[in-house]
Each structure stands twice: as C-alpha cells, then as structure tokens.
C-alpha cells in the first residue's frame, strides 16, 4: 500500500521523509516521518480590528450613517452606473474602516476580552512594579472579562436567542421532519383514525340543538 506526506512544494528539497518499518502495526503500512524546519520565532496574525463597544466602533458607525445617504445614486439604467454606486459605497466602508480601526497581532495568547484599559493597566504595572500596581491590573483584568462575557451572554440570551451556544456540549436540536396527529391523546397512524379525528373534531357540534 502506498502512504504519503503531504507539505509544501518549497520545504521537499530540505525535507526528507523517512520509512520506519519497525514501528509497522497488525496492517500492511509502515509510518512515515518527515523532519520539518520551523522558524526560531513564530510570528503573530496582524489584522485590522475594530473592538466591539468601544467609542471607535460609534465613530465607524456614525461615519456610514453620514457617508452612505450623502452618496449621489442617480439612474441605474446600465452596469455602469451600478458599479458607479457600488464602488462610492465601497470607498465609504474602506475609508471609514481604515480610519477608525487599528492593527492588532493576535498570537497564541491573544484574549477576545482584552482591551485598551487592560493594555494601560498592564503598562502601569511593568512601569511601577508595585503591589498596588499589579492589584489595580488584575482589578482591571477581572472587571474586563466579566464585562466581556455578560455582553457574550446578553447577545446570546436576547439577541440571537440560542441559549445552547452558551453550553460546548448541547447543540441546536432539530425539529423532527413529522409529528403524528394526536388525538384523545393517541397517535393516528392509519387513515381511518385520522379521518376519525378530523371528522369528530369539526363536527363535534352535529346533530346538537342550536339556541
């Protein structure tokens, strides 16, 4: 049986896939191991970002409410007219979006919670290396992240209403493809209990004197 390693195009001239047939199992395959080169230092994601909640992100909005109605839209009779329009609204987002928001670099010890006020906290205490410093910093971490994670669990219960995001374990359950009608609290599987059903239910009235 034939087994592979996959990597990139640019590491198989400097890595070298090894076969290792003493480590073969009850099956025909034998494991293979290939040496891969990493960097010394693992560099971070950078991305623009903009924190949710916080007076950038009222700016942002508040300059697309102002910049979208001031675009001219005019007739949009050809495509290029509509391309017209949809690039003034692009410029909009981009112009607003590069003014507003700021580069982060998010690495392996990035936190959702962390914010500016967190950033400055933690700037104080390397500052001062105090006790007084490292209680207001860790003061400041903790009324972060419960501001963080109500918010988390506002948007869920309120806004979305899917309460099961709040759980790893528990997913949305879906709605069975059919329920059987129920009536006098028995199923009705077969044609003659339904049509008993329906016609002891609508004509439940028949053959009663009317006042």
């Known amino acids: 049986m034939i087994d592979l390693v996959f990597h990139q195009i640019s590491d198989s001239a400097r890595s070298r896939t090894n076969r290792d047939p003493d480590w073969k199992g009850p099956t025909d395959h034998i494991l293979l191991t290939t040496s891969v080169i990493l960097d010394s230092v693992i560099k ?28 001219t839209v ?11 329009v949809a690039q003034a609204l692009a410029d ?10 700021k580069e982060v670099c998010i690495t392996k010890h990035s936190q959702p919670w962390w914010d500016d006020e967190c950033t400055e906290s933690l700037s104080q205490y390397k500052t001062k290396k105090s006790d007084k410093s490292w209680l207001a910093f860790w003061q400041t971490v903790k009324a972060t992240k419960h501001k963080f994670f109500d918010s988390q669990i506002e948007d869920i219960a309120l ?5 099961w995001d709040l759980m790893e374990w528990v997913k949305q359950h879906k709605l069975p493809a059919c329920k059987a009608i ?4 028995q199923p009705c ?17 028949s053959g009663r004197e009317v006042d």
Do not use: C
Request: aromatic residues 10%; positive net charge.
């Open 44 to 71: 971070g994601v950078t991305r623009r970002s903009i924190t949710r909640g916080s007076e950038a992100e009222k700016a942002f909005i508040n300059d697309l409410r102002t910049g979208v109605p001031a675009i």
């Open 159 to 163: 806004s979305n209403k899917r309460p």
């Open 92 to 101: 909009v987002f981009s112009t607003a979006w590069d003014k507003h928001s």
């Open 182 to 185: 129920q009536y006098n609290g």
């Open 74 to 84: 005019g007739t949009l009779n050809t495509p290029a007219d509509i391309d017209r």
């Open 189 to 205: 599987y077969e044609m003659d209990n339904l049509w008993n059903a329906l016609h002891n239910t609508y004509n439940s009235a």
